[in-house]
Each structure stands twice: as structure tokens, then as C-alpha cells.
């Protein structure tokens, strides 16, 4: 069965440092792979999808993802975080059942 | 555009009772989700429906959850009778046909005592 791991349960940054979040998935067919935000109190909201074409993806809010095939992974990327940021991420997989499978989720807290 | 929408937020019932959630998925999209979350851990799907038929229920706990879609419209799940575990947040989701991008209602807080 297709799963998702998020090894970081829960980040504590300041303002202005950089984040990297860990995704890894354990599908080895073509997939589209996401990474959603839930901020407090508000509905599950895309950041960026992966479907194709160039490995690294760029989403809003300054945030990318890069796919890296080999080795099965999907990190999310902010060179500068904001105390705005402060949400629960969360990545997930899209196989070829047409549901997703999302990891754990990342708890993201930055203090300012 | 109205978003996904879910009722109720939140929930509280006793351990026999039943409780019927309720989503109304984006006007015009054919494909609707239910998900849950049992806290700290991940979101875990429940079962797909495109239109009113549904297209995997693979992932619903057993038989006292039934999730119906008719009309192809808002859909409902009930849980009959609760149990404690049943506890948890259930999100709603919809998308059109053929797109990746799931988009989600805020969630219904289920607490079972």
C-alpha cells in the first residue's frame, strides 16, 4: 500500500530562518504529489502540486518542493520564514486510484 | 465562489448515539471526499464518490459509517452507533473530473464521550 512520511512532527523556527520539511513516499509508479497547509483555525489549502516537467515547484507564498525520483521524496522549501507561517503542513500522494494519501503532518511554529 | 462547506464544526455526542455530517462540495464538481483525522495522527481516507455513485469505500472503518450522495449534490455521513474511537475531525473534500487539486471543507469535530 502506497504511504507517506513526514519525519519532522514538529518545527520551532525564528523569523527569517530557512525551513526544509521531509517528505518521502513509497509508490513506484507516476505520481502527483502535493503539499497542503491547514493555518489555525482554517480549511486544508493547497501550497504547490507536482504533476510533471521541471522537478522543482514553486507555490505560493514563497514556498517550493522538489521531486527528487531516486529517492522517493518531495521536500518543501522556504529560504525565510515568516511568524504568518506558523500552520501544520502536511504532503501527500495522488496514485492512480485518484485519492490522496497524506503523511502525519508538520507542525510549523515561528516565533518572531 | 462558495468553498466546500461542512455541518456541523463540531459535534459532541454520547458513545451510542448517532451523528449525520453533512458537506456541500463546490457547485459543479462531480468528484467528492471524506477524510479523517484522529488526532496526531495522519489524514486518512474514508471514501470517493464521482456523482452520486461511489468509487471506492475502501477506506471506511466498518458498517456503521454510510455516506450517501443523492442527486450527485451535498452528501451526508452518518455514524450509527458512535463509538469512542470514532472521535476525530472529518473533512470533506470535491474536485472536478481529470484535476489533481482537492479542495477542502473546514471540518467536522466529532467528539464521542
Known amino acids: 500500500a502506497q504511504s507517506v512520511s513526514q519525519h519532522n512532527h514538529h518545527v520551532i523556527l525564528s523569523e527569517a530562518a530557512s525551513l526544509e520539511l521531509g517528505c518521502n513516499y513509497s509508490?513506484?509508479?507516476?505520481?502527483?504529489l502535493f503539499w497542503y497547509v491547514q493555518y489555525p483555525g482554517q480549511h486544508l489549502q493547497l501550497l504547490l502540486k507536482?504533476?510533471?516537467?521541471?522537478?522543482l515547484v514553486k507555490g505560493i507564498k514563497g514556498f517550493e518542493a522538489e521531486f527528487i525520483k531516486s529517492k522517493f521524496s518531495f521536500n518543501l522549501r522556504k529560504p525565510s520564514v515568516q511568524w504568518s507561517d506558523t500552520a501544520e503542513y502536511f504532503c501527500?500522494?495522488?496514485?492512480?486510484?485518484?485519492?490522496?494519501?497524506f503523511g502525519t503532518g508538520t507542525r510549523l511554529q515561528v516565533f518572531p | 465562489e462558495a468553498g466546500v462547506t461542512q455541518f456541523p464544526s463540531h459535534s459532541v455526542i454520547e458513545k451510542g448515539q448517532t451523528v449525520t455530517l453533512r458537506c456541500d462540495p463546490i457547485?459543479?464538481?462531480?468528484?467528492l471526499y471524506w477524510y479523517r483525522r484522529v488526532m496526531g495522527k495522519e489524514i486518512k481516507f474514508l471514501l470517493h464518490?464521482?456523482?452520486?455513485?461511489?468509487?471506492?469505500e475502501s477506506g471506511m472503518p466498518n458498517n456503521r459509517f454510510l455516506a450517501e450522495r443523492t442527486g450527485g449534490t451535498y452528501s451526508t455521513l452518518k455514524v450509527q452507533p458512535a463509538e469512542l474511537e470514532d472521535s476525530g475531525v472529518y473533512f470533506c473534500?470535491?474536485?472536478?473530473?481529470?484535476?489533481?487539486?482537492?479542495?477542502f471543507g473546514e471540518g467536522s469535530r466529532l467528539t464521542v464521550l
Open positions: 473534500a470535491s474536485s472536478l473530473m481529470n484535476t489533481g487539486e482537492l479542495f
Open positions: 501527500a500522494v495522488k496514485d492512480n486510484t485518484d485519492k490522496l494519501i
Open positions: 457547485s459543479g464538481h462531480d468528484n
Open positions: 507536482y504533476f510533471s516537467g521541471d522537478p
Open positions: 509508490y513506484g509508479g507516476t505520481v502527483n
Open positions: 464518490f464521482v456523482k452520486e455513485s461511489k468509487q471506492d
